[in-house]
Nanobody, 115 residues
Framework: QVQLVESGGGLVQPGGSLRLACSAS????????MGWYRQTPGKERELVAR???????TYADSVKGRFTISRDNAKNTVYLQMNSLKPEDTAVYYC?????????WGQGTQVTVSS
């Protein structure tokens, strides 16, 4: 079993930057991929970014060129660097981890982009 804890959310002005972090505990050595999803009331949860143990990354078209996902395997932590933030980026961001055929989720962290 894996536990995921997100941090780094908050309020930021349009055009600003924010860095999210997700720390994994438990059977973290068995994680083969980690990612970030986001959800807004009235919308379905969508994939923002994903990274595999081999370093392969995937980004949603809406964030490509602005967001960067990275991992620190020694710390069992995944990061999401968010630059040039837009009001449309406002959402609850959830960390997830793939372990075999299972998916684990964090509790979510609120990101609000507003002037």
């Amino acid at each position: 079993q894996v536990q995921l804890v997100e941090s780094g959310g908050g309020l930021v002005q349009p055009g600003g930057s924010l860095r999210l972090a997700c720390s994994a505990s438990g059977s973290a050595s068995s994680i083969y991929a980690m990612g970030w999803y986001r959800q807004t009331p009235g919308k379905e949860r969508e994939l923002v970014a994903r990274i595999t143990n081999g370093g392969s990354t995937t980004y949603a078209d809406s964030v490509k060129g602005r967001f960067t996902i990275s991992r620190d395997n020694a710390k069992n932590t995944v990061y999401l660097q968010m630059n040039s933030l837009k009001p449309e980026d406002t959402a609850v961001y959830y960390c997830n981890a793939g372990v075999g055929l299972k998916m684990y989720w964090g509790q979510g962290t609120q990101v609000t982009v507003s002037s």
